[in-house]
Structure formats: C-alpha cells, structure tokens
C-alpha cells in the first residue's frame, strides 16, 4: 500500500507538466480548437517523443509498457490543460482494445505507428438511443461469402475523421439477441462516411454511417461474438482515464477560482475573506481531493481482469467523479460571479469540460445504478 | 503507487482475526453488534485483554509499551476491531492526552501516566469545551492561579464525554490575562478526586448520560501537574485536535456499520419485498458506499503521506462525521416505522419484554439522535471548513 510516484514517473509528470506550461497556454488551445482540427502536429509529435503515445504499449510494439497508473498522470496533466489532443480515443480506447485482443498481425501493423504518432483509431461503439448503456448494439453483421457486410449507424465517436481505423461492434442480422463482434475498418472503405461535429468543450467527434462497408475475417478483433468483455474492458480504461482528467481539472478549476476570490475586491476587501466563500471552496478542494483517491482507485483497478471487481470499482469512481466534477464545475463559475459566465475564462472552459466528461461512457446517475444493482444479491 | 496489502499486511490481519476470534469475550461482542452502548467495566475489561497481549494501544510507538504499529497497520486493526465487534477503545487517554505528555511531557509524567492509561487502569475525560468556548475555544476563563506549589483551578468545563467515569481529566486553563487569548493558556492534569470538583450529568436528546458539567471550586492542583511549559497550553491543544481528527474518520467502524446494514437490508420485509429490492433505497446504500470507499482511500493517502498528517486531516473528520451520520440515519430509515418506540429498557443485553420490530430497531432513533454530536464535536465541522480554507487553501 502505497501512493508515491516512481522516480521515473515523476520525472515524466514534471517534464509534461513543464511543456504543457510553456508550450499549451490558454491561448494555444484556442487557436488549436479555431483551427479546426483539435489536433496540434508539432504537439503530438512532442508527446511521441516524450513517450506518452506508447507509454502503455508493449515494449515490442515500440512502448513503454506502462498500465493504467502511467495513463493517470498523463491524463490529470492533460486536465489541468485541457488538452484536446486525441489521446483518450487512439492511445487509451484503440491502443488498449488492438493491444489486448487484436491479432498478432493487427498489433504489428497498428501500435508501433500509435507509438510514433503517424497513426490514429477511433472506437466506434456507440449508437443513437443507446444512451449510456454500453450493450445496446444494432449495427447489423451480415455474412457474405469469406467476408462480412456492416449497416448501421455509430454516435459521439470521438476522433472519427482523423482516424486511420474505425473499430465497430455489430451484431449478426442487428439483432439484440445475437451476441458482438469487433472490426477493423480502415477509413477509406467504400461506405464509410463520416459526419463531423465540435464539441463544448473543443474536442471532435462524429457520427459514423456504415453503408454495406465490406470487412473481411482478418479485420475482426478477437473471436466472433465474443467482443462485450473487449469492449468492457477498454471503456473502462478509458473511465479511469477519464476520472484522472476530470480530477486534473477540478485541481486546476480549484486553483484559479482561488486566485479569484483573493484578488476579486467587494465591499473593500478580497471576497476570499468571506465566510461563506472560504466554505465553498473548502467543500470544492474536498470534492477534488476525494475525486483523486476514486480516479487512484480506478485506474489500479483498469488493467483487472477480474470483470466484476474492475467494473464496479470503475463506476465507484466515475459516479464520485461526476458528481464532484458537477458540484466544482457549477460552484466555481458562481464564485466567479459574472466573469464566469464570460467565454474569456479559463474557469469557463473548465467547468465544459468537466460537465462532458459527465456526459461520455456513462453519467454519475447510470452508474451509480451500476454500484446499486451491484448490490443486489442476484448481481 | 500501489493499492493492495503487502504480504506482511495480509498476514497481520489474519493474527488480528484470530486474536480477536479467540480474545474477544462473547457478552461484549453481543452487546457492541446489537449497538448497545458498552458500560465503563465491559470497556476496562476489553482494554485489560488487549493489553495483556502487548496490544494496548495501536497508535503507540514501542518506547512507551505501544506494538510499534505502521499507519496501516493500525487502520488494519481498527477495521477488523469493528468488524468482530470490539468496543471501541476509549480515545481521551489513549489518543488525547497519551500524545501529548508524549511529545511535551517531562519524564515523571511519562512515566506515572502512561502505563496507567495502557492498562486501562486510568479513565481520562477532556476539559477543553467551556458554557461560553466552543469552537472560539481560545476565549475559555477556567482560571488557574499559582500559589506556591500549587494551582488553585476556579472554572468550568461542559461536554465532558464519559466524565462520570473519569479518575483523571485534562484541562485547558488560563494562566494569564495577557497578549493574545491563545497566549494566556496551560495545559493541565487534574486528579478528578480533589476535593472541589463537582461532576454533574447532562442529559443528551436520546435520553442517555454521556455528558457531563464539571465545575471547579477552588481545586489546588500540584504544580508538577502542568504538561510543558506555562502559557504554551494552546500549542499542545492544536497538537492533540490534529491526533483527534485523523481518528475521527472512523472508517473501520463504518466499514462494520455497512455491512450490517446490507444485511439488514436483505431481511427487512418492505411490503412484499425485501428492502434491497427498493431502487431508491439501494441507490442511497450505493451512494453511500462509494463516498465510504472514497474516505477510505484519502485515509490511507493522507496516513502514508511522508509529511505525516497535516491539516488535511479536517477532510477527514468532516467526510468521516458526515459519512457516520448518513449511515446512522440510513439505517433508522432502514427499520421505518419500527424505529419510533422509546423504550430504554430494552437497550439492556438481557431485556425480558417485548421489543418492536427487529433488535436493529430498538437503538436506531436514538444513535441517529445522538450521533448529530459528530459534526459539532471535535471540532465543528465548520471550524474544519475554515481550517482548510486558512490554512490549505491560504484564504
């Protein structure tokens, strides 16, 4: 039991902490976002030397061999600038599923360019009416001679139209009953169009329209119909990842509502010296603090395969996480008075991102329900 | 960073299990599962028992007769403690007043005090809280004056938690009426036998007797009595709050409380269901757990800090109050309507009548009554607040 960093891993956390500082201000980012791309080359070319791009890869694949802790302090970082970069989407959610059930031919041809940066993946699983409910899949599988026809729709895919490969889920004929599978799909395939669309929070995502895309037996991911626990497990690293950024967020949202409150000047004095204002904060900071030791949790629990034990720990903290993000979010921009409600703000940008971190891979509200069914002795 | 127990770790828990599986007396158990307050011999009896096996007092390090224990290790004997249903052990002499003539006593105190406390053999009680200083503690008046080799201690004290029990008490007292408030105060131990002193019960909101009045009528006080130095009282008193709070968090107790609350869940009919069934009240059960688990883990992170404990324990006296009372009251909300009889008498193990609803309801109203003390005690969790945001935050 221990919650120290390695050596290494403190090195690295000052390193990307420091370039963020210097090279990823307020400004940048908005010029990165009004640019259209959300994606920066000179940035992500920095991150693949630093290693972050591979940092969880194996070291055969040109990684670090890093697990989901390493993943934390990227993420917290990336929060605290809020990076738009699509790191979550290739290296958490595509690096993770190739790299645990991809085939060896797969790992060979994808990974060592996620590493590198030359190459981008896009999980497409989502679809619309699904909400947050991770096994609701229409998307129709249907035979055709060696290979497969895909038809349907995906949603909220981060990434999309930057990615190289698209990995979809489907079921035989679009059925419930029908058990998942996983594919590979390369973005140029016929069929395959992609409708793109900014986020709040300036990130991209898309909707994916799959028109009789045509997929052959070596683009499946893992064996047929055996795709829910790939997809499980890769959306629960990218919950912990995702909780490490909120938290990374609401570290950085605390401390400039901080600097606020004891410059901001009312009644002849800094509104800080205030009663009511110090409670706040107080309960902000211990929002934070108790959404870190869920986002600790999460991400030792990430690499599990103990399908049981890493879901619920992974929805013990995104519930925490969420409901904290909420409350800082909502609470900072008060504190903030008029200038947080202001597009001026970095607060501002930092209370969008956290209330969309909410809304992706299920809110506080789902899985709280998750924890609660989990209590259930028939669960 | 690393989240699992050691080997070692793992191992000392199952010596904790089995000591407390073979050590823990029956009668004692029962009563502690039932939620039944345990009495002033059931407590020297479990003391005296713990003693015995060099585990008398978990936070203690060697030196003073203590196991030598790790933060972890001790967080790993509180939990398995509850979970067994062991009394709580008393914190006045253990946790208080113990660390304290650790730190500032001279070596006379250290070694009258201390094994006394070890042993059991002492009750301590706390007089810090005054009629007219609460949480503005520092604006306390219980005078102590000098007069040869004595102080003569005129004052009051209030809120003394189990001082009907106590042999011995510590007192904040003032011994000057100069500079700041907080400059003026000492830190005193005072024989609860000295003729003078008037111990006078306060009678909580669910009809029990665990707070007192103490007042002191001109009670000569041995000078060799005073811990550390005149009028540095204040240093001393911060010192112990700061070993208080960390306590506070309780978590291995609430880890007990919750699990016998699933299990009540799971046998409480509601209507035709059993009350786990109840969505809404199950999302509460969830709730709960993850803020417990959420508390349980900023404990370890703050207990393995290198820095040691600093005033980020107020995180956990306040998330540990709040989270002990949302169980205290989940579970009164658990039993429903069984909760309203008021029945003292079947507070007691061998209680002959008749009960109303499960023995889980017979204690329900009244813990959730008294247990609103946690957020005010120790120092209130609004004074926690303004701590963190003066001296974390910098406000």
């Known amino acids: 039991m221990n919650f120290n960093l390695t050596e290494e891993q403190q090195m690295l956390q000052d390193s990307l902490r420091r370039f963020l500082a210097n090279e990823y201000g307020f400004e940048k980012r908005k010029e990165i976002i009004a640019a259209g791309q959300s994606l920066d080359k000179p940035t992500w070319n920095a991150f693949a030397e630093m290693g972050l791009l591979g940092y969880t890869l194996p070291e055969e694949y040109g990684g670090l061999g890093g697990n989901a802790m390493d993943t934390l302090l990227v993420m917290e970082s990336f929060g605290r600038a809020l990076v738009v970069e699509p790191y979550l989407s290739t290296v958490v959610l595509g690096g993770g599923i190739i790299q645990d059930a991809g085939s060896d031919e797969q790992k060979e041809r994808i990974l060592p360019k996620i590493a590198t940066g030359e190459e981008f993946l896009a999980l497409a699983h989502q679809e619309p009416g699904g909400r947050h409910n991770l096994d609701y899949v229409r998307t129709e599988i249907q035979k055709h001679g060696n290979d497969y026809i895909l038809n349907g729709r995906k949603t909220a895919v981060l990434n999309a139209a930057g990615a190289h490969y698209l990995i979809v889920s489907g079921r035989r004929g679009g059925r419930p009953t029908e058990p998942v599978s996983l594919f590979l799909v390369n973005h140029d395939t016929s069929g395959v169009e992609i409708e793109e669309y900014t986020t709040h929070d300036g990130h991209r995502v898309a909707d994916v329209i799959l028109d009789s895309v045509m997929v052959s037996d070596d683009d499946r991911i893992g064996a047929r119909g055996q795709a829910m626990p790939i997809i499980e497990k890769g959306v629960d690293r990218a919950i912990a990842a995702l909780c490490a950024e909120a938290v990374g967020a609401m570290e950085a949202l605390n401390e400039t509502t901080m600097e606020y409150v004891k410059t901001r000047q009312q009644f002849g004095m800094p509104i800080g010296k205030f009663q009511v204002i110090q409670h706040r904060l107080a309960d902000m900071f211990i929002a934070a603090e108790q959404s870190k030791s869920m986002a600790i949790l999460a991400a030792s629990m990430a690499d599990s395969d103990d399908r049981k034990q890493r879901r619920e720990a992974v929805s013990m903290a995104k519930t925490l996480v969420g409901q904290s993000a909420r409350y800082v979010g909502q609470q900072a921009v008060q504190l903030h008075g008029g200038m947080g409600v202001t597009d001026e703000m970095f607060a501002a940008h930092l209370f969008k991102r956290l209330t969309l971190i909410n809304l992706q891979f299920g809110d506080a509200d789902y899985h709280l329900g998750q924890v609660s069914d989990g209590l259930l002795k028939s669960a | ?395």
């Open chain 2, 1 to 395: 960073m690393d989240l699992n127990y050691t080997p070692e770790q793992a191992t000392f828990r199952e010596e904790v299990r089995r000591f407390l599986k073979d050590n823990l007396p029956k009668d004692i158990r029962d009563r502690v599962k039932k939620r039944l307050r345990p009495d002033k011999a059931m407590t020297q009896r479990w003391q005296k028992i713990l003693f015995d096996k060099g585990w008398g007092a978990s936070s203690w390090p060697k030196e003073h007769g203590g196991p030598g224990w790790s933060p972890v290790e001790q967080l790993i004997f509180e939990e398995e403690c509850a979970l067994a249903g062991a009394p709580r052990q008393l914190d006045f002499g253990l946790r208080m007043v113990a660390p304290v003539i650790m730190a500032f006593g001279n070596e006379e105190q250290k070694q009258k005090y201390l094994p006394r406390i070890l042993s059991g053999e002492d009750w301590w009680c706390q007089g810090y809280s005054e009629p007219g200083a609460g949480s503005d503690l520092a604006s306390l008046k219980t005078k102590a004056v000098r007069e040869g080799d004595h102080y003569i201690v005129n004052g009051q004290k209030t809120w003394t938690t189990l001082g009907q029990h106590a042999n011995w008490i510590f007192c904040l007292v003032r011994t000057s009426n100069e500079g700041k408030p907080q400059e003026g105060i000492s830190f005193l131990l005072i024989d609860m036998n000295t003729p003078g002193i008037d111990v006078r019960p306060i009678i909580m909101l669910d009809g029990e007797h665990e707070i007192n009045e103490v007042y002191f009528d001109n009670v000569k006080v041995p000078v060799e009595n005073l811990v550390g130095e005149e009028n540095k009282g204040w240093t001393y008193a911060k010192f112990l709050l700061g070993h208080e709070r960390t306590g506070l968090a309780n978590v291995g107790q609430w880890k007990a409380m919750m699990k016998r609350l699933r299990e009540i869940a799971e046998e409480q009919p509601d209507g035709d269901r059993v009350l786990i069934e109840n969505t809404r009240f199950r999302d509460r059960l969830a709730q709960l757990e993850i803020e417990l688990k959420a508390l349980e883990l900023t404990v370890l992170r703050v207990l393995t800090d290198e820095n040691g404990p600093g005033p980020q324990a107020s995180i956990l006296k306040i998330r540990g109050t709040e989270i002990g009372q949302a169980l205290f009251e989940l579970m009164m909300e658990a039993v429903g309507p069984d909760a309203l009889a008021h029945i003292p008498e079947a507070l007691e193990l061998d209680y002959p009548g008749s009960r109303v609803g499960s023995p889980d309801a017979t204690p329900a109203a009244g813990d959730y009554f008294n247990m609103r003390k946690l957020s005010i005690f120790g120092g209130s969790n609004e004074i926690q607040r303004n701590i963190i945001a003066q001296r974390v935050l910098g406000l």
